[in-house]
């Protein structure tokens, strides 16, 4: 698992995974980055469908709970298929965008 981190936000990607591995791998290193604002570079995987976007619903909501920001980076899969409660991008500059406006958001109490 590779993370490379910009000021408040980490970015976490895998190469040559599966999915159940790299979930494995993501909650194991949770505790380190769970301060930081999360985006989960997801290009690795050729395929990916709705459910896979749903194994990490857990792990967004609580983070989202924690008042940071979670966001899965993919162009498999558009952000209309998913619920509303999981952010996802088709690119790591919409995600740190994102994470921008959510930072915003938190500072203004809105």
Do not use: C, W
């Amino acid at each position: 698992m590779i993370f490379d981190k910009e000021g408040t936000t980490t970015i976490v990607f895998q190469e040559k995974t599966s999915l159940s591995t790299f979930m494995e791998n993501l909650n194991n290193a949770y505790p380190k980055i769970k301060h930081d604002n999360i985006i989960i570079n997801l290009f690795s995987f050729k395929k990916l469908t709705e459910a896979d976007i749903l194994e990490f619903l857990d792990i967004s909501n609580a983070h989202k709970e924690s008042g940071q920001s979670f966001v899965l980076v993919t162009d498999k899969v558009s952000y209309d298929e998913v619920p509303d409660e999981i952010s996802v991008v088709p690119t790591i500059q919409e995600a740190k965008d994102l994470i921008e406006m959510e930072e915003i958001e938190r500072d203004l109490g809105i």
